[in-house]
């Protein structure tokens, strides 16, 4: 299979988004929504899109979540809205698979000039020695449009991911 997408892949380029959107859905069929989504998200929903998100995660986990919004909700620059996505959607993925967490507090904030996505879980979290695939890709795509990108256990227990943007974000760098 592996060979056949890279053949596909690099035989057709305009099919390569597609092949590496493959190569990282969910075992479970119920969740590829969550992957394909993704890469549609834009600028003026991501609140909803979050809450998406989240509604899922209730659905399909038994883990509680608190999810809120602080500040006041603009529109983001489309490659701002999808990697605020794509980490809220690896840190609840995370969770679900790996925190043995009962519950989970995420936070979208808006401030003047920034947008936060915090989630901070209560499950066992362990030092990472090294990131896996998924919160490396998301903290190379934050520190590719120039924001923060921070993860690892809390001092209390548990686990906390916090990404920072701008919310102006040049869309040339988009």
Known sequence: MELTAYFIAH???SLQP???TSRTLPKDPK???WVLRRDSIGSVA????????V?????ISKISILWRTEGEAVALAPATARVLYSAAQEALSNVRLHADAS???MTLAFTTEKVWLVL?????ARAPQKFGYGL???RDRVHELGGRFAAGPRQEGGFRLVVKLDKDLDLKKA
Do not use: C, H, W
């Not at 509604?55 to 659905?59: L, S």
């Not at 901070?120 to 066992?124: A, I, R, S, V, Y």
């Open 31 to 33: 969740l590829y929504d």
């Open 46 to 53: 991501i609140v909803e899109e979050i809450q998406r998100l």
């Open 55 to 59: 509604n899922e995660f209730r659905r």
């Open 120 to 124: 901070e879980d209560n499950g066992k």
């Open 103 to 105: 519950e989970v507090m």
């Open 18 to 20: 597609t092949v590496n």
């Open 11 to 13: 035989s057709i380029p």
């Open 136 to 138: 490396s890709a998301v």
